[in-house]
């Protein structure tokens, strides 16, 4: 098998994580040593040391994590300056929005989809919950990473689909011996939750070589406690003038006047499908506390008043999850030529959310079909009978003109309090198994595995949902005299009693996503030619996709009030065949070449076929230029294509026209089966320099255009460009007569394009002196440009902003994160004898948010530095004990107007985290 010599893996070290230090630790050597085995780098099939290679690979270490002090996978990701908030998901995202537990990763701000996960240099199975490629991040234990690659680049010539923005690998534990126990525990410095607790054990047995077997086995726990929006100050209220007010559906509205057993939305001239025409009573009198609402902050188009709910103290901003994992790994030695391997991964999270109760208006019960199937009017009546009626109703209409609706049974908004907050519990399992075989025949290696992955999620609602079809019901029988009025907003007595058989708790959505595949690869060196000795690399891979979702009866019909509009069923799969072949060519001792060329045939969208070259020039000890080119793709995903389309309430949104706040009317959305994979071009060049001894610098410039983007754009987006007269989202949105928002399609489309361009920068400082070794080390990304087309051809410009000048969401700004100008983590490390210290400084420069709503001023967030400090002490060797903060200063967040369906107030949830100072402390004990 091909070797490598000490000195080429330490060049290794430089090339793969942008931590050079290990540069101008090779040229201090001065003979070669033992010869070490050659290792495989994510980004190339090719068994080879990375000063071969050209491509920008950072390495995250098991002692990295420990400095940076996660708690969670995702979290430890957010340390990465390449990884993007804008299209990631994050946990705190889940609070209404029904992510079903996922959270995801973006490299460059392209998006989860975009990004391949990979563990162990496989892919998982996508997330079941997820709809598309999307890998849940947080299913992969942290105990059990031994490292994390991070390719800044796109590698869909080596990988196939969804490698467009880059690639993030997780290595596991495969080589240890004896066993280890870990245990930690954190806790914010504020009252409150947030607090967590972690617990691991790892065992190895077995040497390979001297015993021809290695197993290592590890098993670990994370637990982590709600935080609330009423346990923060910052984020407790939806009003902060000027800056952003709470509009969400209050309380007692009045809508209008409406027969009993026809639709209201089709009344003529007393009612209004989007608006609660007609004011509140309670709110004329400024007594909306009463019925625990807030008063609106502009009256009706006919001049009422109105009471309107402030959510923000109901949120969780962090949500209560819990984590249990096993892996193992395994390599059995037949002889010195061939090994049996495995790897097998079983992973259940669960995510629990807790937020305010769900709103009831006419428009939101139009998509229900049960009430024509049932017989009941969809909307809740207040009948003149009603003391309630004459008592209140009656003195505020006739102090308001409106007397032409006394008398009728009256439509009334209602934000439900009588359930409690909405809890949703999702559990998503994440299984793996890989068997394979590798070695070497006729001196060539070779690699063959049979892989199956799954994801499974199962999603449930523990209390706060209920039928609409039965709540309407029970509201609309005049004999049970509703009053929407009642103190706190709640039913008490016999109607209350009534209520409870509306109450909806079991199941949502159960889904299973399956990846059956199986790889085969050769790798080795071509014939020598002119003195050049090529290494190659080819291989087949074919995989089976599955999908199934099955929503529970009472999702799948639409009439839970809370999930969303009727979730149907998908049951679909495909295949994918696949070929690939590499080369690296030394042409001069300093100056390497490479190639790689991939073809992918989907039996549903069609082949693919995609290449990379790269080449590496050492003209001297101290310098190293790199620079590569390549294609890549995306293949729309089981979900993107036959996703069945369907009508429900949108997501929440702003009509800058009529000024009209967290407004929501029905949305057409879905599949769309006429989709096409996206396609892109990326090229990449680098600089690494050494100039002194122990500090190397390094710079790559990236650009990548992406074509043909699916994407499914947000209520606010396709009403803000609608509004802003882009053509292409002129079919996307109906009016009412009163030039109101009154529906919206937001369908999945090959919609425009992208271009991404910036900079990595990394520097690295290494000083040994008496008082103890000094690291230093930098990893940045400064983000020059991300220009997004829309359908229609308008320009959006993200970088540092998620509106456009005239405070409209830029495209993509519904996931709510921002791309960043500029994010760098500043690491300072010591260390001696049994002591390591580290402090960690997170910058992210500032951005701008939605406007402020009171005088329409632009609002930024700050730029902000965060500082991290762990300290470390080894009493004995087995025995390591470890302290530290994160968020040493307690730095709080700057306000944050946001543009997208974000439920928490007062913050980005996708920059800060809410829990503030965080003080944790860690223990390991290794029994050898």
Known sequence: MMQETVISRAVRVMCAGGLAVGMQAAFAQSAPEAPIQRVEITGSSLKRVDSETALPVQTISKADIAKIGATSTQELLGTISALSTAGATNNSTGAGSSTYGLSSISLRGLGGERTLVLVNGRRLAAFAGGGGATVNVNVIPLAAIERVEVLKDGASGVYGSDAVAGVVNFILSKSFQGIEVQAGGGVPTHSGGGQNQKYSVTAGFGDLDTDRYSIVLSASAERERALFASERGFAATGNKPPYYTSGATGQGNIEGAVVPGTNPLQTVGTFNPTSPLYGNPLAAAGNCSQIQMVAGESKTSLGAPVCVFDSAAFVGLTPKRE???FTANGTFKINDQHELFADVLYSESTVTQSFQGSPVRASFLETDAEFGKQGVTPALLLYPSNPAYQNIAVPYLQSMGFNSLIGQPLSITSRVFDYGNRVSEDKAKQSRVVLGAKGVVAGQDYEVALTHNQSKIDGTVPGGYFSQVAYARIINDSSNNWNPWAAGGVQTGALAEKLKAAQYTGGTLAGKSTSTSFDGKITGELPQIAGITAQYAAGLQSRIEKLETNPSPALEAGDIAGLGGS???????RKINSAFAETNVPLLKNLDIGAAVRYDHYDDVGPSTNYK??????????????????????????????QPQTLASSETFNDPKTNQTQIQVNALSGGNPDLKPEESRQKSVGLVLVPFNNFTVGIDWFKINVSNILSTPSAQEVVSRFRAGDPSYANMVTLNPAGEIASIKTLLTNSGDAIVKGFDVFANYRQNTAYGRFDVNLNGTYMDQFDQTSPGGDMSHKVGTLVDAAGNPVLGAQNGGVVLRWKHTL?????KDKWTATVIQNYSSRYETGHRFVDDERNFVGAQATYDLNVSYKPIKPLTL????????DKQPSTFVPVSNQFQSGYDINQYDPRG??????ASYRFM
């Open 917 to 922: 100072r965080f003080l944790y402390v860690n």
């Open 882 to 889: 470890s302290a530290g903060v994160r968020n040493l200063f």
């Open 323 to 325: 984590l249990n994992n």
């Open 567 to 573: 979730v149907p069923p998908v049951d679909r799969e």
């Open 613 to 642: 070259a790269n080449v590496r020039w050492q003209p001297v000890k101290q310098v190293l230029l790199r620079a590569s080119a390549g294609s890549g793709f995306r293949a729309p995903t089981l979900t993107d294509l036959w």
């Open 827 to 831: 690491s300072t490390n010591w260390s």
